[in-house]
DNA sequence: CATGAATGAGGGTTCATTCAT
DNA sequence: GATGAATGAACCCTCATTCAT
């Protein structure tokens, strides 16, 4: 197996373990467990445990980003809908799903960079819908007084509300429907004329 | 000092621990160290730290449901206020935030068992909020039509969301004006007239 | 054992160690090893492992101190003559030798904080030869010009060169009359008249 | 790259490392790291790393001697004093010092059959330096009546105690400036007239 | 001639837990 | 009711070394 290979494969298994047990319990001896090598070959292609923790986060918010990018529509206020229900749609997914990892990087306590690193993305991952509300204004589908900084966070507040609910096992609330509807709530309030 | 007496201080000193530090920096060793205590003394009171953080735990979510349940108010609406304000103003609180324990249960393992306990006192809060919004049907301020258990999840989705992004460090989205920003377009969306 | 007889006791075996096998030999497991307890132990009697190579070193600047002390004398000279020779006579002493374990730690790497303290240790033992000699200025014995720091320096280095070939193995610079000898150059270069 | 000229490559990069880190910090990651090749190929030309140290120990001996047995100057005292003040010059050089691997032989446990070798090496040093001081004797500058074994140890006392000094991390006594003046002593007291 | 990929053994340290007193 | 003394298991990480290519 190549460099490239083993640390692909390292990164996985590390994602894999965060979501099944959380970050606590995602130690270097179990993540070589599951990986079938040794704990030493490990520190060969990560200078450390967190960094292996760093990669694992950034498999996560490549599929978080995925979400955000795919949908297409007419205009920007399509997208953002179709964010929604893709998003609703792949929450319980293994393939696509993100919850699990993503979740267990919240709650972990806050170890040294790993908190830093993930408010760091996750404001990526707002600006990115900041800036298709912004489309919506230059599209004349926004007002144009609406502070889109706060409608992306709102927005976003919907996506985690389905997440946390799901991780609850609140099924009532998991179905989209929910989710939708607040979701049009917001849509609603920025919309031009 | 009685049994029972040392057994409460335990348990106090355990969730203040948690809520300051997370539950993973909440050693016995700490925890005894706090309460002036040797490390043996914790299990002549407790079979194990599991029992001390779980007993810190529902003290923990006794508080939650006091702040929901004794809301102070004119009138529903500002009731509802009054919660998001509260919650808002405790969040990252020494001695009364409860973020980190309920996180750290929301991402617990699903085979913990934790989950089902948690789902039920999540539904019993959200049903608690849908009853004071029925409550604001009965004053005239809210729209009969509004679906109370759409919006109290809604309402919920808005703590969630201050909790998640203080959880990551979001420190811009945590000053509450986002929050009140986002409970206020709601309660507007259902205010009757 | 008493957590005194026990803190004792693993400095013992601490000094032991480094004096047969080296400072970076001197592992924690090794010393837990030949103290007939678990590493765990250790670390409920010391912070760390460099706390208890200095406390180790102290034991070896205690026999330095009493090779400084002991000695009597009519006068100063006669005190720094008895240091010469009491020093000499127990170079190769189990019960009361000190220089296997004063080289290993010199010759150790430079470990955080080791070297500080190590350094902090020997000017004590060099100023306290000064003050012999300023009291020799005082019994009109020494010259009044003569730099007493100085003075002390060049006795311990007859002290260290006897030191140095006896770990050498220079069997014949060792047997005392030749570091005597250096010695008395020191003292009749300092006489008064 | 011939293989003996990388053998000389690795040999002067280990010897460079122990001089600037000392023994323990000379890993072969670093010697690698250091020779721009890998760790593997070290060992296609030394069976392991103590042989790598051996081998740059050589090298520092054969240092040490150069300076002993080529003096400059224009008599034995000059060359006597040329060589103490060129030591007192290396002893903290990254390039040419050899403190540390000297004194962690010096130090090295008993039965590592090292020391041996070393005190071997070191009566050749000090009988070169008497070898100068009986030439002294014959250039009419020293006393005839001079022990000039004794004489020899006594000045190789002299670099000892800068040695150790230095080691110890005593560095008001590094400077030459005490061990110049220790040095003049002893000249002094064996000089002719 | 060189190395990429790997590792067993060990490093210092912290943890929750036990038990005789 | 309390604790002093102890520990096995696990933590993250580094080391010198191997071997197929």
């Known amino acids: 197996m190549t460099a490239a290979e083993r640390k692909q494969q390292i990164v996985e298994v590390t994602m894999d373990l965060v979501a099944r047990n959380g970050v606590q319990a995602t130690t270097t001896s179990r993540i070589a467990a599951q990986a079938g090598i040794s704990e030493a070959t490990l520190y060969r292609h990560f200078a450390s445990r967190t960094e292996m923790l760093l990669a694992a986060m950034d498999l996560v918010y490549e599929r978080v980003f995925r979400v955000i990018r795919t949908p297409e529509g007419n205009n920007s206020l399509d997208r953002l809908r179709g964010i929604g229900s893709y998003h609703a749609g792949i929450i319980g997914d293994d393939a696509e799903g993100f919850v699990y990892p993503l979740f267990e990087f919240v709650a972990a306590p806050p170890e040294a960079g790993l908190r830093e690193q993930l408010a760091a993305r996750q404001r990526i991952a707002i600006d990115s819908i900041a800036a298709i509300i ?33 991780l609850m096992g609140l099924t009532e609330y998991t179905n989209g429907a929910r989710g939708q509807q607040m979701l049009e709530r917001i849509l609603t309030s920025i919309s031009a004329a």
């Open 134 to 166: 912004e489309e919506g204004k230059g599209e004349g589908l926004v007002r144009p007084d609406v502070d889109s900084g706060q409608i992306a966070w709102e927005l976003v507040a919907v996506y985690w509300a389905q997440d946390v609910s799901y």
